[in-house]
């Protein structure tokens, strides 16, 4: 089992920053992928970016060049550094964590922090 607990979201004007932190505990032998999703009102979840075992990242063309994905391997957490939010960036973000043990992947995701950027 893997519990994951984000920080970071919160309230910030358009052309503001913001850094997300997701920590995962809990019993499992590795975490194969971290990323960091969001959902909109109104709107199906979306990728924003996520990172593998081997540091490959892939994110969301909506925030390239703006959001910036790390990961810290002694700690297992996983960053989202934010930069020159827009309005459209209001989201609830969740952290995701994919474990892959014999060849079968199991998700968790953390409970969700609020990103709101004011125009």
């Known amino acids: 089992q893997v519990q994951l607990v984000e920080s970071g979201g919160g309230l910030v004007q358009a052309g503001g920053s913001l850094r997300l932190s997701c920590t995962a505990s809990?019993?499992?032998?590795?975490?194969?992928?971290m990323g960091w999703y969001r959902q909109a009102p109104g709107k199906q979840r979306e990728l924003v970016a996520d990172?593998?075992?081997?540091?490959?990242?892939n994110s969301a063309d909506s925030v390239k060049g703006r959001f910036t994905i790390s990961r810290d391997y002694a700690k297992n957490t996983v960053y989202l550094q934010m930069n020159s939010l827009k309005p459209e960036d209001t989201a609830v973000y969740y952290c995701?964590?994919?474990?892959?043990?014999?060849?079968?992947?199991?998700?968790?995701w953390g409970q969700g922090t609020q990103v709101t950027v004011s125009a």
């Open positions: 995701k964590a994919r474990t892959t043990i014999w060849g079968l992947d199991r998700d968790y």
């Open positions: 809990g019993s499992f032998p590795s975490i194969n992928v």
């Open positions: 990172i593998t075992a081997r540091g490959s990242t």
